[in-house]
């Protein structure tokens, strides 16, 4: 299997992109297309596998300070690629699973996968109210929607980082108040490392359920459960299958890692 992107110049005929405000003549649309090599006859021939509803535009994939169109497209895409296996018998299926993290590091090579902040900021600009003031044009009113959504989120993290820093202070206070750990021999020397015991388990463990230490087998275990719940098809939603399937990828990624060390 390969990726094959499909390069469509941008012309006046083009759909129109809800999250595209740019101008400008030299922009294209790009669309992954997974594809398979073969043979008929004795000779080459290569058929497509699968692809994604829409492309996305070179002008947003290189726009560094809108994000929000490489989000709406990174959703859509996963919410494609696992509807896809809905056609599928069993085998496919598990090959094509088998192959999702080499299909979405491969196209995260042409469109950077976007951060949570970048997620965030999306969210963000959906909540608003899309009005439009008199006379604002289309690029105009984009702008004051993503500049809306960032004065959100500052205020919002502003909150956030003020209880983050009342709530390490305390703990600074408390382990200048606490006296020093002896070590186990008796040398009197205070022990390493912190005076209580904390909760050491990453994010994507609790998300998937688990606690550390915990292995591939159970995070695997585990992630075939929470699908049954979550996935789209089921009757979750796409925001929550897409939140619980990073939290599987990071967790799967920092197990081999740690294999591999």
């Known amino acids: 299997m390969f990726i094959y992107w499909?390069?469509?110049?941008?012309?006046?005929?083009?759909?129109?992109?809800?999250?595209?405000?740019?101008?400008?003549?030299g922009r294209s649309i790009l669309t992954p297309m997974l594809k398979q090599s073969y043979r008929d006859g004795?000779?080459?021939r290569n058929r497509t596998l699968w692809r994604p509803s829409r492309g996305i535009r070179t002008c947003?994939?290189?726009?560094?300070?809108?994000?929000?169109?490489?989000?709406?497209?990174?959703?859509?895409f996963e919410v494609d690629f696992w509807r896809l296996q809905g056609g599928l018998d069993e085998s496919e299926r598990a090959r094509l699973r088998e192959h999702y993290k080499w299909i979405t590091d491969e196209i995260a090579q042409v469109v950077p996968r976007p951060s949570p902040?970048?997620?965030?900021?999306?969210?963000?600009?959906?909540s608003l109210q899309h009005t439009w003031s008199f006379g604002e044009s289309r690029e105009q009113r984009r702008a004051r929607l993503l500049d809306e959504a960032r004065r959100l989120l500052e205020e919002r993290q502003r909150s956030w980082w003020e209880q983050e820093r009342h709530y390490w202070q305390e703990k600074a206070e408390a382990a200048r108040r606490e006296p020093p750990r002896e070590?186990?021999?008796?040398?009197?020397?205070?022990?390493p490392g912190p005076q209580k015991g904390a909760d050491t388990t990453a994010w994507f463990f609790r998300a998937l359920g688990l606690t550390w230490p915990c292995t591939e087998a159970e995070v695997k275990a585990a992630w075939r459960r929470g699908v049954k719940t979550r996935h789209p098809d089921q009757g979750g939603s796409s925001e929550s299958f897409i939140a619980f399937k990073k939290a599987y990828d990071n967790a799967v990624e920092f197990l081999r890692g740690r294999a591999a060390a």
């Open 60 to 76: 947003c994939i290189e726009d560094v300070h809108d994000p929000t169109a490489r989000v709406a497209w990174w959703h859509q």
């Open 42 to 44: 004795g000779k080459p």
């Open 6 to 25: 499909k390069k469509t110049p941008i012309s006046d005929r083009s759909y129109a992109d809800p999250y595209c405000i740019h101008t400008g003549p």
């Open 117 to 126: 902040a970048d997620e965030a900021l999306w969210f963000c600009m959906k």
């Open 183 to 191: 070590r186990a021999g008796g040398s009197g020397a205070p022990a």
